[in-house]
C-alpha cells in the first residue's frame, strides 16, 4: 500500500514530464552545489594570494624607507664632522674621540643598513615562495573544479 501510494505520488510529480527533464533540476542543482564548493574554496585562496602582494610590496616600501633615513642620518653626521672640524685643533684628544665616536656611528649605520637590505631580501624571498605556493594550489583547484564541471556537463 505505502509503495502505490509512492508510486502515485511519483506519477503525478512526473506528469508530463520525460524522465531527461526531471533529471535536469537535480543536475543544476548539483552544478550549482559545486560551483558553490568551489567558490568557498577559491575565493579564500585568492584573497590570500592578495594579501601576500599587498605584503610584498609593503615590505619592499618600508625597507625603501628604513635606507632612505638612514642615509640622511649619515649625512647628518658627515655635515656636523664638516662644521665642527673647522675650528677645532686636530692635536685636541677630545676632539679626535668625539670625530672618531660620529665615525663610528656613520659605520654602525652602514652595517644597520646592510643588515636591512639583507632582511628585506629574506622576507620578500619567503613571501614570495608562499605566494607561488598559493597561486599553484588556486591553479589547481580551479582546474579541478573545470573538470568536475566538465564531468557534469556530459
Do not use: Y
Not at 53 to 77: H, N, P, Y
Not at 86 to 106: T, W
Request: proline fraction near 2%.
Amino acid at each position: 500500500m505505502v509503495k502505490e501510494d509512492a508510486l502515485n505520488e511519483l506519477k503525478k510529480l512526473l506528469k508530463g514530464k520525460t524522465l531527461e527533464s526531471a533529471e535536469e533540476p537535480r543536475n543544476n542543482l548539483e552544478m550549482d552545489s559545486l560551483q558553490d564548493i568551489g567558490k568557498d574554496k577559491i575565493e579564500p585562496l585568492k584573497e590570500a594570494i592578495r594579501e601576500l602582494e599587498s605584503l610584498i610590496e609593503s615590505r619592499t616600501k618600508l625597507s625603501k624607507q628604513v635606507l632612505t633615513e638612514a642615509e640622511a642620518i649619515k649625512m647628518d653626521i658627515n655635515n656636523f664632522i664638516s662644521n665642527t672640524s673647522s675650528g677645532r685643533r686636530i692635536e685636541d684628544p677630545a676632539f679626535l674621540r668625539d670625530q672618531l665616536a660620529l665615525k663610528q656611528k656613520q659605520v654602525d649605520v652602514s652595517e644597520l643598513q646592510l643588515k636591512e637590505k639583507i632582511d628585506c631580501w629574506k622576507d620578500v624571498t619567503n613571501l614570495k615562495k608562499e605566494l607561488r605556493e598559493r597561486k599553484k594550489e588556486l591553479k589547481e583547484r580551479e582546474s579541478r573544479i573545470e573538470m568536475l564541471n566538465r564531468i557534469m556537463e556530459k
